[in-house]
Nanobody, 126 residues
Framework: VQLQASGGGLVQAGGSLRLSCTAS????????MGWFRQAPGKEREFVAS????????WYEDSVKGRFSISRDNAKNTVYLQLNSLKPEDTAVYYC????????????????????WGQGTQVTVSS
């Protein structure tokens, strides 16, 4: 599957953004989806994951209560709503996919995903 992320930008602290990631193909609902981020000079880290149907989600502790992952399988799109943004959220955000059908699971590890989008930059000013 090919992934195209969008929606990044420059926002002030406390602001919001919604990232989107659209997948090619007709089997999107068979993939677990995830969002990761990479800040300058740091390793890529897990942000959130959502199971195939959207019933199950998993968040990194620092974004719980501020970020929300969702998906629309009819549109082949996964979203990441970013609220109450902080300067430390500044990073390139990447979406990722892993074929997990028929399992209904979320995944946290970078090594567990095998398709990646190109990344979208989120910059939060103080």
């Amino acid at each position: 599957v090919q992934l195209q992320a969008s929606g990044g930008g420059l926002v002030q602290a406390g602001g919001s953004l919604r990232l989107s990631c659209t997948a090619s193909g007709r089997t999107f609902s068979r993939y677990t989806m995830g969002w990761f981020r990479q800040a300058p000079g740091k390793e890529r880290e897990f942000v959130a994951s959502i199971s195939r149907s959207g019933r199950t989600t998993w968040y990194e502790d620092s974004v719980k209560g501020r970020f929300s992952i969702s998906r629309d399988n009819a549109k082949n799109t996964v979203y990441l709503q970013l609220n109450s943004l902080k300067p430390e959220d500044t990073a390139v955000y990447y979406c990722a996919a892993k074929f997990t059908y028929p399992r209904e699971v979320t995944l946290r590890g970078l090594w567990e995903y095998d398709s990646w989008g190109q990344g979208t930059q989120v910059t939060v000013s103080s």
